[in-house]
């Protein structure tokens, strides 16, 4: 069993900068794919970027392409988002997901993800 723990979020003009953490516990997180996804009110929950195990192999859905980084450290069992040029539209709650046993090359559905965090709330002022 994996735990994730999103933290991170907050309050940030347009324009502004966050990096959000997701910390998991488990011994075999290196094998997972991570990955983000974020859901605005009133919105289905969307993908946003995932990387592979060793951090090589990064996929962004393309509203955040040159804005967001996604990246791993797995000697902190850590995956991070850095999130720039933020703006009001990217105002949501965010979300870890680990896929374990991975077999393909892009994991961009919530039906790939065997575990979820809680969320860590974004808001973007304009």
């Known amino acids: 069993q994996v735990q994730l723990v999103e933290s991170g979020g907050g309050l940030v003009q347009a324009g502004g900068s966050l990096r959000l953490s997701c910390a998991a516990s488990?011994?075999?997180?290196?094998?997972?794919?991570m990955g983000w996804f974020r859901q605005a009110p009133g919105k289905e929950r969307e993908f946003v970027a995932h990387?592979?195990?060793?951090?090589?192999?990064?996929y962004y859905a393309d509203f955040v392409k040159g804005r967001f980084t996604i990246s791993r450290d797995n000697a902190k069992i850590t995956v991070y988002l850095q999130m720039n040029s933020l703006k009001p539209d990217d105002t949501a709650v965010y979300y870890c997901?680990?896929?374990?046993?991975?077999?393909?090359?892009?994991?961009?559905?919530?039906?790939?993800?065997?575990?979820w965090g809680q969320g860590t709330q974004v808001t973007v002022s304009s």
């Open positions: 997901a680990a896929r374990s046993f991975p077999s393909g090359s892009y994991y961009n559905r919530m039906d790939q993800y065997n575990y």
């Open positions: 990387v592979n195990w060793s951090g090589s192999s990064t």
């Open positions: 488990g011994s075999t997180f290196s094998t997972y794919v």
